[in-house]
């Protein structure tokens, strides 16, 4: 699925995630769907961009018309990456190339959030949290360290069995 086109598929993604929760778990809470959507669309952008800028000397461009993602096709989660060729760029300092990584990754992840057309409201905490969430999980992750407290909620707790998940914003 190209990243480009993330916003007009979006609403049939988030019906279809809705379904495919009920048929599993039996509910979809109201906003759960389009949270994993959107959770979805951000994280493996944040990942890449997060995992060039620490280990190699390069800032990829997050331009959505560069960026595609696979995903299973039976749970509709992200599986694959790929990132075609574009003006990505050499930065030498670590700190500024993290920096500059960042504020590319959080332009389109902003953006993407602020637009995802939802069927349940979605607050802007929950949109915008996301964005630096994803952010702050992947550094976490390629520095091996437990996931951080999170500003957005997946809802993943309203399924029947299920907790919130580490670093949720609902655990005490």
């Known amino acids: 699925m190209p990243l480009a086109q993330a916003l007009q598929i979006a609403p049939g993604w988030i019906e279809t995630y809705r379904e495919l929760t009920i048929a599993q778990s039996g509910t979809a809470p109201p906003g759960m769907p389009s949270a994993f959507v959107l959770q979805y669309l951000i994280d493996p952008l944040a ?11 390069f800032v990829l461009s997050t331009d959505p018309g560069l960026w595609s993602i696979g995903l299973d096709p039976t749970y509709l989660y992200p599986v694959a990456v790929q990132v075609r060729p574009g003006d990505h760029r050499r930065v030498e300092d670590d700190v500024e190339r993290l920096d500059v990584a960042y504020e ?69």
């Open 104 to 172: 590319a990754y959080a332009a389109t992840a902003r953006a993407i959030a602020t637009d995802l057309p939802s069927p349940t409201k979605m607050s802007s905490l929950q949109r915008l949290g996301m964005v630096e969430d994803m952010w702050e999980i992947s550094l976490a992750r390629l520095a091996g360290a437990p996931p951080p407290e999170r500003q957005s909620c997946c809802l993943l707790y309203a399924l029947p069995g299920c907790q919130p998940c580490a670093g949720c914003p609902r655990r005490d």
């Open 47 to 57: 990942t890449v961009v997060s995992a060039a800028a620490r280990l190699t000397p």
